[in-house]
């Protein structure tokens, strides 16, 4: 596990490069290398143009930078939905949301009734957790969770869907908190430093209640208190993730330890400023401070359309940084790759050299390839659906993406629109009307795979308690 | 000059196509053909996304939109000024305008003084009516000049410049109209059916004062006032150059008659309410008709960066489109190829096969190749200059293009911005950190490009009434 543990690394030059130059790549030659750890950062609403690698004109994140400068990071990540909850659904299942009809956040029991969702995402799927435990892992869960919601008081715990060990917030159980998160995650590390182990650690300091510290308040004086705020959080996230490299780097971990940083949709739409605090919604709450509110939700997509809740590119797109030092090519930043939050466990799995149970029907596919200096050849389009609910009497809005196009077809008002991504990373230009045969292909592809999906949940998946 | 002139017309398919493809090609395979006749559209403040070809969500434009669709567009085509005289010098003289000291629009003394501008521009340079003048074209210019200021009383007249006839607005001698110039057209084309002629139409319709044509506002009567009328006056352009091309038809003029249709800069910055008429300038002025301001000007971009005053590309892309029934191949959209307003004068002279005086230094070179379906290779990059004046004490802002990036240089804040414009054409995303072995390259280029022009005019082109 530890870097001197490994047998034979050589650095091999002249790899076949995807995109921008990168370092010689040190890759293991042995037939097989001990499993490294797992950890996947995955951030809160934090959008693309959040980090200072992508050009944020104020905010500075050298630990989050680190990560993809000592590693590979890749600008065609997208995750499968631009809100929480089947965004992160998505992560832990390797399936599209709506697959699980985890078609909004977790809230309610009357919410959930209306978007034909269920109380809890589905125990008994194949989860990332579980694959990973099952080839040997020791698997945590420390953050958020909102896989239900913290009110659904008879939801499974974390533990039954493939965890060791967990300390969430709105998710069942005591609430952990936005700081206590990383504590426990140290805490983890230290104690399993010698066998494989994978953490997920959802943050949440982009997310309201904001925390901002005072040290890093104190960075950020220039700026206008919105600005200043937002970067504050940023920047605390920033340290905190700093201290876990630096916990790997001491417990001589780092060469062998697979970090992955991303985010779980673009950022949140900022709020007036009768939301200058955040009282009502408790998640990752500190006690003794005065949370802060959406007013200070100043996140930026450097320039991509939309944000949270928009499955435009500033909704789904977000930083995708991965580390691993005997196998990732340090310094690569692939730009033309698309790669997606379902890739994840399958690609996972891949590492940790498990095999996906045979009824298992996964929705992304392994990038190891990718990720070792590689390209990638993507066997099925990107899907996306979004619901308007019951109430609203509209069709779901399908989107899918194909090389460089993305289609939108509007189902309740008959409407498409098409994006070449690659030429016009801002969707600024809708050319559907000059490709008809891309239009019909993509449509077709979209009505295909909606078709595919349930169209309500299991009834397993619904809480005793609804009325 | 007529259809039925021309010696041997062959279809030929396959050739090379740069992007999207198209009809087959009609050539002639003749060594010599009579030399077209070309016809210069070049509307005023119309923006890339006026026209419905562009996807423009209310306005029909089935007249322009057939010089399109019966030739090609390109839609890499920028300008070589975000605003009217400058990027009208270029176009009339194959240079960039800051090589003739034409820096911003004409206006009075004092604004020429302050940014180191002649009076007009000087009559003396290689000139696109010239150059096919002497090629034996009969020459003529109607509508908007813009090369003096209608109030500089001792300029040249437009006959000076090589033109046989003209009748100008904002420009010496007695002053068109924005309808007239049609049937000024109309008559010269019809008197000089049988030779090649040149016409620079420079219509007006979409830049200040507005004349939105009775018929054309009954059709828009869904949309709101300001949408209304500027639907309405890009909608009587249309009617106007369906005439044209109409009349073309019916004097079997069309197949070899090159036109084509383009914008001097982007749109106009929508003005308040208070802009409602416009009375204080009085180009190409209607009498009796009370003419609408820029509260009405509401021409768009279709997503491009910026709009008429940029170096954005919202300022400085156009529609380019270009028709030659016996040349140029029907229907192509090419994406890719950078053109620039600086190659009309070579690529006219190329297809009038005109010789360029020996001490001649174009900016540009012909496409005429790209235009008959082939490729263009660029020999030098695209410039631009912009001046902020001498009252302002800043230095100009620098801007270069080279295949896909372009780099601004505010050299006065020491600043630089990279865009990678093919993929990123709304130009968000600055990339300069990211690039530095580009910026430097591209930054030097500007550098060593702006030493090449002069820093003040020549004494000739200075009017004897400046005080």
Known sequence: ?????????????????????????????????????????????????????????????????????????????????????????????????????????????????????????????????????????????????????????????????????????????????????????????KRNKDVPFFINLWIHETHTPHYPPQDSMAKYTHLNEQDQVYAAVVDGADQRIGKILNLLDELNLAENTLIVFSSDNGPEVTGSKNNHFHHHDPDGKVEGIDPLGTYFSVGTTAGLRGQKRDTYEGGLRVPFLVRWPTTVPAGRVDTESVVTAVDLLPTFADIAGAKLPQNYQPDGQSILALLKGGTLTREKPLYWQWQYGKKSGKKPMLAVREGPWKLFYFQHENRIELYNIMRDRAETMNVASQYPAIVKKLTGLAIAWNETLPTSPKPSTFSELRQ
Not at 94 to 114: K, L
Not at 136 to 157: C, S, V
């Open 1 to 189: 596990m530890t870097f001197n543990k490994i047998k034979i690394v050589v650095a091999v030059a002249g790899i076949f490069m995807a995109s921008a130059s990168y370092a010689a790549i040190k890759v293991d030659s042995a037939e097989q290398t001990e499993k490294p750890n797992i950890i996947f950062i995955f951030a809160d609403d934090l959008g693309w143009g959040d980090i200072s690698k992508h050009g944020h004109p104020d905010i500075r994140t050298p630990n989050i930078d680190r990560i993809a400068n000592e590693g590979s990071e890749f600008y065609q990540f997208s995750v499968s939905n631009p809100v929480c909850s089947p965004s992160r659904a998505a992560v832990l299942t390797g399936q599209y949301p709506a697959r699980n009809s985890v078609h909004r956040h977790f809230a309610t029991f009357e919410h959930h009734d209306n978007y034909a969702m269920p109380d809890w995402l589905d125990k008994n799927v194949v989860t990332m957790p579980r694959v990973l435990q099952q080839a040997g892992y020791k698997t945590a869960h420390f953050g958020k969770w909102h896989l239900t919601n913290r009110n659904i008081k008879d939801a499974p715990l974390p533990t039954e869907y493939g965890y060791d060990e967990a300390a969430v917030f709105n998710g069942p159980g005591p609430q952990t908190d936005t700081f206590k998160l990383y504590d426990d995650a140290t805490d983890f590390i």
